[in-house]
């Protein structure tokens, strides 16, 4: 299908060839363009792998956040046991 795409046929005209919706035709076509490392023209879009890779960042964001969250609790607590204020950080 991802063939016929690129020789120019429409997914408009697949979709009613193999009775398949155009919209899985461009599905299909877009996603291996992506693949390719070419997103289709007009259209920014990111490969499986930077899906991924984004994905598992913001896995990681989400996890150093809980960890400085935790660091941010036991230091205002610490000091509230020495009388000491703890500096606050413009970085929270």
Not at 79 to 90: D, E, F
């Given at each position: 299908m991802i063939e016929l795409v690129c020789a120019g046929r429409t997914p408009t005209e697949l979709s009613r060839e193999f009775?398949?919706?155009?919209?899985?035709?461009?599905?299909w076509?877009?996603?291996?363009?992506?693949?390719?490392?070419?997103?289709l023209p007009g259209k920014e879009g990111l490969s499986r792998t930077e899906r991924e890779?984004?994905?598992r960042l913001r896995r990681e964001v989400k996890?150093?956040?809980?960890?400085?969250d935790i660091l941010a609790k036991a230091t205002a607590w610490f000091?509230?046991?020495?009388?000491?204020?703890?500096?606050?950080?413009?970085n929270s």
């Open positions: 009775q398949i919706t155009a919209q899985t035709i461009q599905n076509a877009g996603q291996a363009a992506r693949d390719a490392g070419q997103p890779e984004l994905a996890q150093l956040q809980t960890e400085r000091a509230g046991r020495s009388g000491v204020t703890p500096i606050s950080s413009s």
